[in-house]
Structures are given as structure tokens and as C-alpha cells.
């Protein structure tokens, strides 16, 4: 099948599954904030959804907004992200950008360009701004959506995914869909749920037809 074509397809089909199964997370309701989704995407790096939603509630009471998150010394946050792992490093990315934030008086600017030049602004998280506070088709590209599109297309050109040409053009243009959250939430879940990193569950696959991880190993 011809890429965009089959792209397409992914989409279509990605979006009927999520109708079905997706994952309730509180950064995902309705009335979820532009902070709460970029405060979740912060926790949510390198660790399981279902455990930062264990998480979650109770830090966002403490930490209900830009000042409150400011008004915290980094050693605090540290502590209070014990608990969810990686605390070092989350401390230091949330102080700083709530110390930004609260320069701005907790709006964002409206371009990446200028959320670039924040302090550990990585390209993750610029890309999460991109999704939730401009509206924009950006990848949420992670290891789990880098396995689900390798699985379903070709191998990485590099080990890094965030410097791979082949990956990066092909999560961009999977996301170039008019429900950018949702596409992006599809392929993750689908990928925690389906196209697991170990024992995929190739035989419950929706689009099973159309993957070449399938295809090579499976018929």
C-alpha cells in the first residue's frame, strides 16, 4: 500500500479503535487545562500513564497552577515527585518552567519559537505546547509511538528518535489529522494496550493487515 495511502487508513482506523478503548486519564477530560496537560506531559516522560494518573491528582491539588508550582523551592518538588521517579530531573524542569511561567503571568506565548527558549524546554514538551495551547499537528513521539510506526513501516535511520529524519517526517505526518490530540492518543494507547513492546498482541491487531512487523514474523 502506498504510504499516504496507508496513513490514511492508520488514521481511520486507529480513531475507530480509540472510540473503544481508549485509556480515561484526568489530563485528558474535557475541563483539563492547558497546565494540567502540559504539567501530565511532563510526568508522563519515560514512565507508564497508569502510574502517573495514580499520581497526578494529588500533586495538581498541591500544585493547582503556574504560581502555586513557582512559589515551590526545587528542592520541594523533588521531594513531592519522589514517589513517581526521576525526581531530579522532573524538579529541575518544572521549577524552571514555572519560574518562566510565572514571568509571563502563566500565559504561554504563541510561538514555539519563543517556548524554545525555555529553560529544558525539550522537543517533547514543545511539541505537547504545540498540540494543546496552539492547536497545531505535533507528535507526541515517544519510544511506544516509534515502535508502533517502525512496526508498522521500517526501522529508524538513527538511535535517537528525536534526530531520525525517516521517524520524525512520518510522525509528523500520521498526526496531520483534524483530532491532533486524539490521533496522538490513539497511537500511544494502541500501543501500550495492542503493540506492546513485548508479546504485541498481534491476533486482537485492527490493522494487523496492513503491518509489516506482522507480515515478516507473524504469517
Same mark, same amino acid.
Given at each position: ?6 496513513? !490514511?487508513?492508520? @488514521? !481511520? ?6 472510540? %473503544?478503548?481508549?485509556?480515561?486519564? =484526568?489530563? $485528558? ?15 508522563? @516522560?519515560? !514512565? ?14 498541591? *500544585? ?9 523551592? %526545587? ?11 526521576? &525526581?531530579? %530531573? ?18 504561554? =506565548?504563541?510561538? $514555539?519559537?519563543?517556548? +524554545? +527558549? ?33 512496526? @508498522? ?9 528525536? &534526530? ?7 510522525? &509528523?505526518?500520521?498526526? *496531520?489529522?483534524?483530532? #491532533? ?14 503493540? !506492546?513492546? $513485548? ?7 485492527? #490493522?494487523?493487515? #496492513? ?9
Amino acid at each position: 500500500m502506498e504510504v499516504g495511502l496507508k496513513i !490514511t487508513y492508520l @488514521q !481511520t482506523e486507529l480513531l475507530k479503535w480509540f472510540n %473503544q478503548n481508549q485509556r480515561n486519564f =484526568p489530563w $485528558r477530560e474535557e475541563n483539563a487545562g492547558h497546565y494540567d496537560k502540559i504539567i501530565s506531559e511532563v510526568l508522563l @516522560q519515560r !514512565t507508564k500513564a497508569e502510574r502517573v494518573a495514580e499520581f497526578y491528582p494529588a500533586f495538581i491539588k498541591k *500544585y493547582p497552577s503556574w504560581l502555586e508550582l513557582a512559589n515551590a523551592s %526545587q528542592e520541594q518538588l523533588e521531594m513531592d515527585l519522589l514517589p513517581l521517579g526521576l &525526581h531530579k %530531573q522532573r524538579g529541575k524542569r518544572l521549577f524552571r518552567l514555572a519560574q518562566e511561567m510565572k514571568k509571563r503571568q502563566g500565559i504561554f =506565548p504563541t510561538s $514555539r519559537d519563543v517556548v +524554545e +527558549e525555555f529553560p529544558m524546554m525539550g522537543q517533547y514538551i514543545a511539541n505537547a505546547f504545540e498540540i494543546f495551547i496552539l492547536g497545531k499537528p505535533k507528535p507526541l513521539l515517544d519510544v511506544n509511538m516509534a515502535r508502533f510506526l517502525e512496526r @508498522q513501516f521500517e526501522s529508524r535511520r538513527k538511535a535517537d528518535i528525536r &534526530h531520525d529524519p525517516f521517524l520524525q517526517e512520518l510522525a &509528523h505526518e500520521i498526526v *496531520y489529522h483534524p483530532k #491532533v490530540p486524539e490521533i496522538n492518543w490513539a497511537i500511544l494507547d494502541f500501543a501500550a494496550l495492542i503493540c !506492546t513492546a $513485548r508479546n504485541p498482541k498481534c491476533e486482537n491487531c485492527p #490493522v494487523g493487515g #496492513v503491518c509489516n512487523y506482522f507480515s515478516n514474523n507473524l504469517n
